[in-house]
């Protein structure tokens, strides 16, 4: 059975850095695409972007480009999205997906909510 | 990148059909087969309910299909039930970036 774990909440201060990770089991983790979003309290889903397991390659939503880096840890099954230069409009619950295979996200983390505040 | 256009909420009687549209362009939903939607109770993650337009995972109810006419996407659930509650959000492949863009998403109401 897939299952997608993240890290805990945090809170970051304006200008800050947040790093949050998820950790997969369940299928081989190099066979697949992992995606992140994120969803503002009351808002729809945001994608952030995208990283191929196998070769590292990650590809990014315009208006993050340079704010946020994907990167992942194949000896544990890890992938991990840092957002820089936080304001407090980047508080959202972000959620990492797995791509089964057309840009569909057929297996979702449990979201993690960060907060933006000074 | 703009969101795909969902209505902000739909209601439907137990029992009932309902659908829920999700529109785009022809860069979008409209010249790919590569619509997903999802179901999300609050507080919940995501739940895939439809891909590739018209196809359901393993273990989605029946009552729940897919459709597409031109650059606008339809769910439909059908027999409607308490449970359906929920929000629902479409996303498609965009040649626009060569990835994925999201709907607002759809507040469903069962009455």
């Known amino acids: 059975q897939v299952q997608l774990v993240q890290s805990g909440a945090e809170v970051k201060r304006p200008g800050a850095s947040v790093k949050v990770s998820c950790k997969a089991s369940?299928?081989?983790?190099?066979?697949?695409?992992f995606h992140w979003a994120r969803q503002a309290p009351g808002q729809g889903l945001e994608w952030l972007g995208r990283?191929?397991?196998?070769?590292?390659?990650?590809g990014y939503e315009q208006k993050f480009e340079g704010r946020v880096t994907m990167t992942r840890d194949t000896s544990i099954n890890t992938v991990y999205m840092e957002l820089g230069s936080l304001t407090p409009d980047d508080t959202a619950v972000y959620y990492c997906?797995?791509?089964?295979?057309?840009?569909?996200?057929?297996?979702w983390g449990q979201g993690t909510l960060v907060t933006v505040s000074s | 990148q703009s969101a795909l256009t969902q209505p902000a909420s739909v209601s439907g009687s137990p029992g009932q059909s309902i659908t829920i549209s999700c529109t785009g362009t022809s860069s979008d939903v409209g010249g790919y087969n590569y619509v997903s939607w999802y179901q999300q109770h609050p507080g919940k993650a995501p739940k895939l309910m439809i891909y590739d337009v018209t196809n359901r995972p393993p273990g989605v109810s029946n009552r729940f299909s897919g459709s597409k006419s031109g650059n606008t996407a339809s769910l439909t659930i059908s027999g409607l039930q308490a449970e359906d509650e929920a929000d629902y959000s479409c996303s498609s492949f965009t040649s626009s970036t060569n990835f994925v863009v999201f709907g607002g998403g759809t507040k469903l109401t069962v009455l």
């Open positions: 990283i191929i397991i196998k070769s590292g390659d990650a």
């Open positions: 369940g299928s081989i983790f190099t066979d697949y695409y």
């Open positions: 997906a797995r791509d089964g295979g057309n840009f569909d996200f057929d297996y």
